[in-house]
């Protein structure tokens, strides 16, 4: 818990019991003195039997060290939940004997008759009293009737939708856009008040025009412009492909690619790291490191946490695009770019992330272009599934990437491949690990700071434009 300053101390009342529900603390920093104190008391000889001994004390103390980080307990204590079942007589029957299984035990352990005993998986996500500030009931006059049921004053389930107005096209619709809504034009234009925005537009415009298809995470590594902006600016120049083989990508408006057979370098790939246990080595051996775990997960009952940074129209306004402030690290002309390898599949690389969609164009591989241009000059139709590309040409690319990764992981870590087998086909080749598909939905990065990559799985963001 010390090692990993986000954790929270947990304190178990009854450490013997796998159903006790902890209470915890958080970390501070502190600054205090460990001290070891020692009474010491010494008799003095009695010299007098009427006179009453006075033993003499004295305190010793010692500095031990300096303690620089100190858990305090600050919440309450939550329900507790025991393996207890009432009879028909209310009396509580413990069941601990018979749901826990302290040493291997026979079958006949397993197909005893039991009453159903089904903890709670989760308990209170917050440890410390909230005011939930309840509205007082509103006194009408007299006469005053309800209004009318209707969707302006009907509280919706999801939240308010996104101002942002893109265009999403599906693989089998007949007609593309060829113009943004005139609510994005609006937008753009509301947002876009100084000259680095309207720089940022031209760059874009340019992008466009030489490659009319672009992915979010590739727009980002070639300008930089803050996250939020790009949200407004994306829908202003381009429309959304929802499905088939540009799913995911951004298409200047006017162009359908399902009409030009040399649109297919612009493709999309579904590309993931393989790995098991039966080729010798596990997920946890992968020199790319999941971005997420299930067993890193850690109860959201913090009692302290830092509110989300919401960005206003006014701020966008403000310069918070690629201008940044003036004490920023990196200079504007790269503040908010991504990285290459976000986007660009490079021999004796490795992917930022188990999991990439890459555009074809942007596999930079001899090997790999020669699979993708097999039927040049022969394309006779685009179909959902492998565009204008040879079939199963995605599952070509990906052994062939795979065994590039491969030869990395045994270059960098032979010991790994030891007892690594050949399959039948004298192809070696990994299972699939599963892909973390992840929306992003809500980009709450404050500062929005770009490593190597920050978003590596598919934006599918629709929620981000609708």
Known sequence: ??????????????????????????????????????????????????????????????????????????????????????????????????????????????????????????????????????????????????????????????????PHNAIFVNFDDEEIPTKPLDAAVQNWKKVCTNPVDKKVEEELRKLFEVRPVWSRNAVKANISVHPDKLKVLLPYLAYYMLTGPWRSLWVRFGYDPRKHPEAKIYQVLDFRIRCGMKYGYAATDMPVKAKRSTYNYSLPITVKKQGSHTVSVHDLKQGLGSAGTSGAKKPPSSRYKLKESIYIFREGALPPYRQMFYQLCDLNVESLQKIIHRNDGTESECTERDGWCLAKTSDDLRDSMSLMIKQIIRSTRPALFSNTTSSENGKEQLAYESGEDEDDEEEEEEDFKPSDGSENEMETEILDYV
Do not use: W
């Open 1 to 162: 818990i010390y090692a990993d300053p986000a954790k929270r101390l947990e304190l178990y009342f009854r450490p013997k019991d796998p159903y006790c529900h902890p209470v915890c603390a958080n970390r501070f920093p502190t600054s205090t003195m460990l001290l070891r104190v020692r009474r010491r008391t010494k008799k003095k000889q009695q010299l007098d039997a009427e006179e009453q001994m006075q033993p003499e004390v004295q305190f010793e103390m010692e500095i031990l060290g300096i303690v620089t980080t100190v858990y305090k307990f600050q919440g309450m204590s939550d329900f507790q939940y025991l393996a207890m079942h009432s009879g028909p007589d209310g009396k509580q029957t413990s069941m601990y004997d018979k749901v826990l299984m302290l040493k291997p035990e026979k079958e006949e352990f397993f197909n005893k008759d039991l009453p159903l005993y089904i903890p709670p998986p989760i308990f209170s996500r917050l440890d410390t009293p909230v005011d939930y500030f309840y509205r007082p009931d509103i006194q009408h006059r007299s006469g005053y009737n309800n209004p009318q049921v209707s969707g302006e004053n009907l509280i919706g389930l999801s939240r308010a939708r996104r």
